[in-house]
């Protein structure tokens, strides 16, 4: 190999001979400026920077100077945070295949040197993924898809850096906002902007951006996105908001978040931005008209057969059989369109055969017909819970809404189990409270693999969470919970019945919840066939006001099925207790809800959730009032400082023993203080009464069938009870005089019956009697 390296740089040096000029020649043309042009880099040919005062921050968007090769990016600013948003678009790789989803990819990422950190990880390198880092990608997430065509086909991907964070407001909105201003920079449709604040409650004042310090101290935060006059996407996690409380919160949220789109569109205004044309989608009429002759096999199967409303499974083998059967008639109609084609009609046709049904489900309407599973519009699904499912464990419960079925495990343990958290963007540096959920493929009727995490499970544990974090006094409460949630039935929300499960399994377990919460989905279907929902000239605050004739025709329903969230526009989980809410998601499919609707289900989950607090209440009214017995148990308990000596023994090793015996954690620091945590009540109740033996009061006269472990001329040391011994001098050894205690012939290990004539407290010396006992000196053997 080395021969064949020689022979070709010989081949390059005898071709470089032949050049008409040296090389020192062509160096020096070369960095000639007046010889050679070069072409003026992409990264600093329009670089643009916008600055603006906005609630107390400085905010500033800068495009063109970095990342010149992506469709688009945003530097963008807020104070000392600078986050880096890019936007990549690729073509599908296959364009013959439409897919049915935008295919958007969002990657939120805090690098460790942002806040001055070198990561913890074996090879020091940013790899592992946070929680943290999934939520905030969801979120921008569901702030933008909405407002992407449906019909676009590239794929795109949105990638959020955060560079420099000074740990004291969070990069969240920061990151949500440049993501919006990047799409509107890109060749993406982008049907925005999005403007995105986070509002707060503290001491009774809404404060917009908070640091993380106020957001520490709030009883609500809000995570809003929306556009000029519809609502995209909420976060909220509350102490029992009340639903007015909520509402000025999201009216100040809105005319802030406006505030942060005018600031996009200045920034914007005037850039030669050339967006991509999407094709309307055009159906061919002679399928489509084909399609639609299969209608009422879609109503047989949402209407009831018999008088029977169809279960999940057997709707969707009936729904199976259906389609197969008008796809086979369909293929044989149309047999050069591909089979996936003609699916799509008849899904279409299906999505508006259920839609038209759902409208009609409205009690107060003529002719009311009933949704799919026989309830009319805002009723609740069958409901049903239990506790004390599993023996062994701290605390358990399944609760049923339908086909949905949770079950909710609760686990207590020490608080050196507490959650670290890693955030180089700043934030809480540990979590006491936890709640991991997952959702297995058998409990939708699949197969697949149930390993790992994904960001949906990650985002409803933390919804779940949220939903019950405030209700939690943490401080009092000298434990770490855990909470499993795991869902063995699907039908719909889930994530809500996990709430369910949730509270009723923390207070299974004894844990001081101070109320129940009870959760539930909220859906949307709006009648495609009118106007969509018109954009008012008014203030903000019209917006939350519903109009007296609003257009389109719309219904909520509650306690959404899995269908019903397939085929409508809008999920709104809501959480809360009997006093008011704890916490809300909002997904939506279409481009914004008009703020007045998401206060109208606010009103409906309200009742909702009195309905499903009734049905937990006759299971489980509130919580136990002690832990189980296999539950561990913590507490500290205080000591005189001179006796810190007695407890711990020569070298530690009274102390040692009793850790050993019990397993318990027992921790003594110099002032008295004795730190217990034991994994059982069993355990703690062993620890206690040891260390109580060895430095509590010992009453005189109380008797104590002792062991001689030494034996001196002045006495003997007798061990009353295991780490504790007190001292029999020769005196109190018989009635009849002893100069010496080897008189008697005693024996190490031999038992002696001793009373208590005096305790020293402080020092913890024990002064003992045998003659007092009342025996005779004749049966010291």
Excluded at 305 to 312: A, E, I, N, P, V
Excluded at 607 to 620: E, F, G, K, N, V
Excluded at 634 to 646: A, F, K, N
Aim: proline share 4%.
């Amino acid at each position: 190999m080395l021969s064949v390296i020689c022979i070709r740089a010989t081949k390059i040096t005898f071709r470089l001979s032949y050049l008409l000029f040296p090389y020192r020649t062509c160096a020096s043309i070369a960095n000639s400026s007046s010889s050679i042009s070069y072409p003026r880099s992409a990264a600093l040919s329009d670089a643009v920077k916008l600055s603006k005062e906005f609630c107390g921050d400085t905010w500033s968007f800068e495009t063109g100077r970095l990342a010149p090769v992506a469709d688009a990016s945003c530097l963008s600013k807020q104070n000392e945070n600078s986050v880096l948003v890019t936007l990549a678009r690729a073509p599908a790789l296959d364009s013959s295949a439409k897919k049915d989803f935008v295919s958007l990819q969002v990657d939120y990422k805090e690098e460790a040197s942002a806040g001055g950190f070198i990561p913890g990880t074996y090879n020091r390198r940013d790899t592992f993924v946070t929680d943290k880092e999934i939520l905030t990608a969801r979120a921008i997430d569901r702030s933008l898809r909405p407002l992407l065509p449906g019909s676009f086909q590239d794929d795109l991907q949105l990638t959020c850096s955060v560079f420099s964070a000074k740990g004291d407001k969070d990069t969240d909105v920061l990151s949500l906002n440049a993501a919006s201003v990047a799409l509107l920079l890109s060749s993406v449709p982008f049907q925005g902007p999005v403007g995105a604040v986070r509002v707060s409650r503290v001491e009774g004042q809404f404060v917009i951006n908070p640091s993380f310090e106020e957001y520490g101290r709030s009883n609500l935060n809000l995570l809003y996105a929306c556009t000029k006059y519809k609502t995209v996407m909420i976060e909220v996690d509350a102490d029992e908001a009340p639903i007015p409380i909520l509402k000025e919160a999201l009216q100040l949220a809105h005319e802030k978040a406006t505030e942060m789109i005018d600031f996009q569109e200045r920034f914007t205004k005037g850039k030669n931005i050339v967006k991509m044309a999407v094709a309307a989608e055009t159906k061919n009429e002679q399928i489509w008209s084909a399609a639609q002759r299969y209608e009422g096999w879609f109503e047989e199967v949402f209407s009831p057969r018999d008088g029977h409303y169809l279960t999940k499974v057997e709707r969707r083998k009936a729904l199976t059989e259906v389609n197969e059967k008008a796809l086979q008639e369909l293929g044989s109609l149309f047999s050069n369109v591909d089979s996936q084609e003609l699916a799509s009609y008849l899904h279409d046709v299906e999505h508006q055969v259920f839609r038209r049904l759902a409208l009609g489900s409205k009690r107060e309407s003529n002719n009311a017909v009933r949704r799919c599973d026989g309830r009319y519009a805002d009723q609740v699904r069958p409901l049903r819970a239990q506790v004390e499912v599993f023996p062994v464990v701290h605390g358990s419960s399944t609760f049923e809404r339908g086909d949905t079925q949770v079950i909710g495990v609760t686990t207590i343990g020490p608080t050196d189990r507490a959650l670290k958290m890693q955030s180089y963007a700043g934030g809480a540096k540990e979590n006491k409270f936890m709640v991991h959920y997952r959702f297995p493929p058998y409990c939708n009727g699949q197969v697949g693999t149930s390993y790992g995490r994904n960001r949906r499970e990650v985002g409803h544990g933390a919804l779940v969470e949220k939903s019950l974090r405030f209700l939690i006094d943490s401080e009092s409460f000298p434990y770490v919970v855990r909470v499993n949630v795991i869902a063995t039935g699907s039908d719909g929300s889930t994530s809500m019945a996990s709430v369910c499960a949730a509270s009723l399994s923390l207070m299974d377990a004894g844990i001081p919840l101070r109320s129940a919460v009870a959760g539930i989905s909220i859906g949307l279907v709006w009648n495609e066939t009118q106007t969509p929902f018109s954009t008012p000239d008014d203030s903000i605050h019209s917006l939350f006001r519903k109009p007296d004739n609003p257009l389109p025709e719309y219904l909520l329903l509650t306690d959404i099925l899995g269908i019903e969230d397939h085929h409508g526009d809008m999920d709104f989980k809501i959480a809360g207790t009997k006093h008011g809410i704890t916490a809300c998601q909002l997904d939506v499919k279409v481009q914004g809800i008009p703020p007045f609707v998401l206060i109208e289900a606010l009103e409906r989950a309200s009742s909702a959730h009195q309905r499903i607090l009734s049905t937990m209440d006759d299971c489980l009214s509130k919580p136990r009032l002690d832990l189980r017995p296999n539950a561990p148990r913590s507490s500290t308990l205080y000591i005189e400082p001179l006796l810190r000596s007695s407890l711990l023994g020569v070298g530690g090793y009274k102390l040692r023993s009793i850790i050993e015996e019990t397993r318990a954690d027992i921790q003594v620091d110099d002032n008295g203080r004795v730190d217990i945590e034991a994994p059982s009540l069993e355990s703690y109740q062993r620890a206690v009464k040891r260390i109580y033996e060895i430095v509590g009061d010992l009453a005189p006269g109380t008797q104590f069938q002792g062991k001689i472990t030494d034996i001196r001329d002045y006495g003997v040391m007798v061990e009353i009870f295991k780490g504790r011994e007190g001292l029999v001098h020769v005196s109190e050894l018989s009635d009849k005089k002893v100069f010496r205690a080897t008189e008697l012939g005693l024996q190490i290990g031999q038992p002696l019956l001793v009373q208590v004539i005096e305790f020293d407290r402080k020092r913890g010396q024990v002064k003992l009697s045998h003659r007092k006992t009342k025996q005779s000196p004749d049966k010291i053997e």
